[in-house]
């Protein structure tokens, strides 16, 4: 009898196992295509044709900002490469990449891009998907800010609300404008599904008549993001 015992564990355990290494695989090619997605998608290319043609009028005008603004989209162009082969990146290590892209931006917005950062102390060294704040960032600017004659400002917001975290961004713009942004954020969803076993949440909504909110909720575990 202890012999069929055994057998029905070992089958279930050898079941389970099979389950995590296909869900294994999955995100690792889903981490693969995103990569590929934010080559073109969040560092486009027209981000980096806009980019270029800003460095180039710089370049004899004012050759400091336009050695920064090199150094940056190389910067840039080295996460997008390297960094997401990591899988997951610190919020502090985040952040920094999304004020690189803010300030490249900003050479073709100037004065109609804004960006408002609110982030609580706590989750600095928190880990989540690499370059995910940033693509929510990117699809502010390009179904918000950029639609906008005037611009507007940017919110990025991230917080420990019980047992999770919650990084949210918000900008101007409508739901009808934003919903066309269609790839790059079904993956992210994707990637979130499976990185936390459907704990994890993304949700685009129309919070008033001018303002769309984009919101990642992720468990905080702290034992994993030591």
Known sequence: MSIWVLAYHLYHYYQKEVVTAKENAQLSLIAKQAQLDNLSAQ??????????????????EN????????????????????????????????LSLVK???????????????LEISVDKIVHNFKIPTLSIQLLVENAIKHGIDLIVKGGTISLIIKKQKDFIEMIVRNPGTIDDTKRAGLGLKNLQ???????KNKATFNLTQTNTEEVEAKITIPFIADENI
Do not use: C, W
């Not at 073709?108 to 804004?114: N, V």
């Open 190 to 196: 994707k990637r979130l599904t499976i990185q936390y």
């Open 63 to 94: 050759p400091d900002t336009a050695r920064r603004s090199i150094d940056l989209l190389s910067d840039l162009l080295r996460s997008s490469l390297y960094e997401k082969e990591k899988g997951l990146i610190t919020i502090k290590e985040e």
């Open 43 to 60: 560092l486009n290319p027209h981000f980096l044709f806009n980019s270029l043609n800003s460095i180039k009028s710089l370049v004899i």
């Open 100 to 114: 690189d892209y803010i300030e490249l931006e900003k050479m073709r917005f100037e004065e109609r891009l804004h």
